[in-house]
């Protein structure tokens, strides 16, 4: 069966503005076809200069997300069989910097994790790290948000993104709660950088980070718990009840 992708181009040394192309692609039997196989066919067969961004195939690294007919997924996840019959657009994820074509500059991501100190700072020297059970309310609580694969989907379905580009952005927001969560982290550092003028506080709730995320995890909920969490401090430092009240 012919299926046929409209495909944003772009390439910022040569051209002046962006555009769309039309791609023709006969998939044969399209029930296990993904959308990352109709881009290998298009490069391969029909177009060599096509840009987009892959790697493990499996789901697993992130790398070719795309925003596929006005929704970000994962290019090797999505199965064409689920688009319908209509024409599938394809286009770059938004709000971060194109390089060209589908393929967009992942270095804005990581100056958004960079922003929070993305890595594990212990509270106290240890030899060996203090062991949290898997069955702990604590590990039940940041479990499934630690899986993040860092695709920016939810950076891309962001609308304060747009408004905002200094917005630490829901992918960053996630990370700094897994670890804000951990009570073995010494989080007060990062607490009050995700409480800046472009925190949490400019996240409006609107669960589009939820909706899209290939990996079901709903950056938003993390957002409320450092909402929560960074209330209640304030709420210790006014101290207006006895010591243990206040929670």
């Known amino acids: 069966m012919i299926y046929t992708f409209k495909i944003f181009r772009f390439d910022p040394g040569r051209d002046l503005q962006p555009y769309e192309q039309e791609f023709p692609v006969d998939l044969g039997d399209a ?4 959308v990352l196989d109709a881009l290998f ?25 795309l ?9 090797c996840k999505t199965l064409i069989k689920d688009l319908g019959s209509g024409p599938i657009a394809l286009k770059p994820l938004s709000h971060i910097p ?4 589908l393929t967009v500059d992942l270095k804005f991501l990581v100056s958004r994790f960079k922003k929070v100190d993305p890595y594990f700072v212990p509270k106290t020297q240890a030899l060996e790290p203090a062991k949290i059970k898997p069955t702990s309310k604590e590990r039940e609580m940041i479990g499934l948000n630690t899986e993040c694969i860092a695709c920016g989907s939810c950076v891309s379905a962001c609308t304060m993104m747009h408004w905002d580009p200094n917005y630490l952005g829901p992918m960053g927001l996630n990370r700094a709660f897994c670890l804000i969560a951990d009570s073995r982290d010494l989080a007060g550092k990062r607490l009050e950088q995700v409480a800046g003028e472009n925190g949490i506080y400019r996240c409006h709730m609107e669960f589009n980070c939820t909706d899209v995320c290939p990996k079901h995890i709903s950056p938003t909920r993390g957002i409320h718990y450092l909402k929560r969490k ?18």
């Open 98 to 101: 194109i390089l060209k074509d």
């Open 67 to 75: 925003v596929i007919n006005g929704k970000e997924g994962l290019a």
């Open 41 to 65: 066919k298009i490069q391969q067969i029909q177009d060599k200069t096509l840009s987009f961004r892959y790697s493990c195939r499996l789901a697993m690294c992130g790398s070719c997300a």
């Open 230 to 247: 960074i209330f209640w401090q304030a709420v210790r430092n006014l101290n207006p009840w006895p010591k243990g009240k206040a929670e």
């Open 31 to 34: 029930e296990k076809s993904t």
